[in-house]
């Protein structure tokens, strides 16, 4: 099933009407980003739901039992009990989270949990992903010598489009230390206030500060650590690298709002997910690590690797994408018993 198998999921669940797999449930942790009114620049804004897409979502989980996240000991020790029920979670921490979509989900009486990153969170640093985005897309035409990935040349929007898909996986697999400098090399790119302007407009990235996740705390949104800074615990990371990423970021949220036990995995596919990482996550004191493995719940195994599922822009056919997810299960275990 490979790397296709969210696509493969997509496709199937747009032919089966829901009550075909209504008896055929298993549990499952499922999870967006942002929420948006509108966005105007796709390449860009890529983690961010429109309003509209997001309510036809929701609405398609209503017959489903969402629950929050305190009740994954249950869930996981008794599966069978929980055909219909579903963890809904959103990643990074970014505003929108506060002023969109909080008040959606209340509407629909969903809890979810957030999972901040938390070099992020009122520091003004964006996500390294949505700067590289910015390079590809935005900085003047030219060749670029960057560390660490060589010679990239922009011009029309096709080589800029080429050079952004193989230029951000590239640097997605770097030790984090070197990614920093071709990062500062991206910026550089940029006419003084250039970038700065560009990051204005694309409010939809702009991070929560500790006041916002706290307001949210008290809503009863439960706050879970998705590492230090957004980037991928891949193995080839250094071992305190991986200790920051997760002690540092447990440390830094239980100071701020209180006590944290659940971890997300930044990119958290196979390979941004070493077995030092899954190590770091269970020594640093978290109880359950997720990653972005397609899965269900009812998978068993390794409780720092458990599936999740990333909702589209526009998965309007969840109801009947939820029951095939167990499908995944085989390629995770698989993938659990390798990083043993
Ligand atoms: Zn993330």
Redesign the pocket.
Known sequence: MGLSFGKWARDLSRWLPPAALAHAGQPAALFF?GVEPVTDDARVQTNHHEVAAFRDILKGLKDFDVLPLDAIDDVLAHPGRHARSLFLMS??GYRNTLTVAADILEEFRMPWTL?V?TAHIGSGQPNPIFLARLFFFYAPPGDYALPHLGTVHLAGEESRMKSALSGVDRLRFLPGEQAQETLAAMRAAFAAGELETLIARFASEKFLDWNEVRALSRRGVTIGA?ADR?WPMHAGQSPDWLRQQAAGARARIETEVGPCRFF?Y??GNKRDVGAAAWKAVRDAGFSHGFTTMSGSLSAGGNPWLLPRYGLGPRDSHVASLVPLLFAGNPRLRRWQAGLA
Request: charged share 20%; hydrophobic share 30%; aromatic share 20%.
């Open positions: 980003h990643d990074d999972f990153s998705h957004h997300a930044p990119f």
